[in-house]
DNA sequence: ACCTGAACACCGTTCAAGT
DNA sequence: ACCTGAACACCGTTCAAGT
């Protein structure tokens, strides 16, 4: 006899995420998500292979959300005009911290559990093309990958507190990054 | 009745650091441990608080390792003379890359487990130093932190296999040095 | 003094049985 | 068709009992 559904894979991701950033990833267990959605936990097991599955899922989602932002911030400065290719990187590098910091479990597992390539690949879009608008096509890949890795960089280190050594954090990401654009500068 | 130790709190840090390099984080248990060792993983309590104290014992012998290396390189460099600051920070940069590659795992855990302070302050001399000879004792700390979140970045970029996207890792990581340096030049 | 078996709590996962 | 209790394997940790 058919029975109605009690959850939903997207429920459980939603779950996962809320889980993630209030107690970490050791705090995201089979029970603690099928708790938050009404289930017991061998439920689960209906909608996602295993644990190892949804902590995929979950990285899906938090970058998916991360592209949806920096996406964002490259149609606002295409249609605003004007914007020079340093200015769009420098938005775009503001967006990546802003989101770093609003979601720092999530932005720290994206780099921790292997994401879906397609998934990766929209998230590295909006750097790539200021990027190429910067430095030009031929050496675009290398110039984002050189201003994604200092972003992701700096931000696991401001995360993990290696920071601690003190010095003013805003100031430093300033610093990064205008030398940074001095070193790509044509 | 007083009986001879059969086992030491480096011999668990050393057996720690092997299974964590074979087996990944999780794969290292207090009982892989106390096997390797060869006690129970009970007796691992008198030495080791729990396995959160094991983990940051492990990370702090791999960061005194990489400073260790890095402090090496320094130390040849200065002897030998005539090496501009840009030099020694390329050198240190190829040093810090060839580490990461040699322990992935080790690497990826030093930002991941929160490492003692001091250790971290160390690991940070040899760049610190060679910035503050190539901007300036001014912005030392600033360049440094943008040095330092380059090769951090890469290197968590190029070890979760986020480069699968294509293109020529090394002339990635060389375009990338070469790009840092030119914008810190005075 | 150090080591161990036994025990407990907790988690991931499977599966037969319920509706 | 979906959900659940029961069960199993595995791990971290404690502790009384051994030597």
Redesign the interface.
């Known amino acids: 006899m058919p029975t109605p559904e009690r959850t939903s894979t997207a429920a459980i991701i939603a779950a996962g995420r809320d889980i993630l950033e209030s107690d970490g990833l050791s705090g995201l267990t089979m029970q603690a998500v099928a708790a938050r959605v009404g289930v017991r936990a061998p439920s689960l097991y209906k909608r996602v292979r295993d644990r190892d599955a949804l902590i995929v899922g979950v990285v899906e989602a938090v970058i998916d959300d991360l592209s949806a932002e920096l996406e964002g911030v490259e149609r606002e400065l295409a249609s605003g005009g004007g914007d020079s290719a340093e200015g769009v990187l420098a938005a775009l590098a503001a967006t990546y911290r802003g989101f770093a910091l609003a979601h720092p479990e999530g932005f720290?597992l994206m780099?921790?559990a292997?994401a879906p390539?397609a998934s990766?690949?929209r998230a590295?879009g909006p750097v790539r093309r200021a990027s190429a608008a910067a430095v030009g096509e031929e050496?675009a890949?290398?110039?984002a990958?050189?201003v994604?890795?200092?972003?992701?960089?700096?931000l696991?280190?401001e995360l993990?507190?290696?920071?601690?050594?003190g010095?003013d954090i805003d100031?430093?990401f300033d610093?990064?990054l205008r030398?940074?654009?001095?070193?790509?500068a044509r």
């Open positions: 720290r780099f921790t292997s390539l990766l690949d590295a050496d890949l290398d110039a990958r050189l994604t890795a200092w972003m992701t960089g700096f696991q280190m993990g507190g290696a920071f601690r050594l010095g100031q430093a610093y990064g030398h940074l654009l001095r070193g790509l």
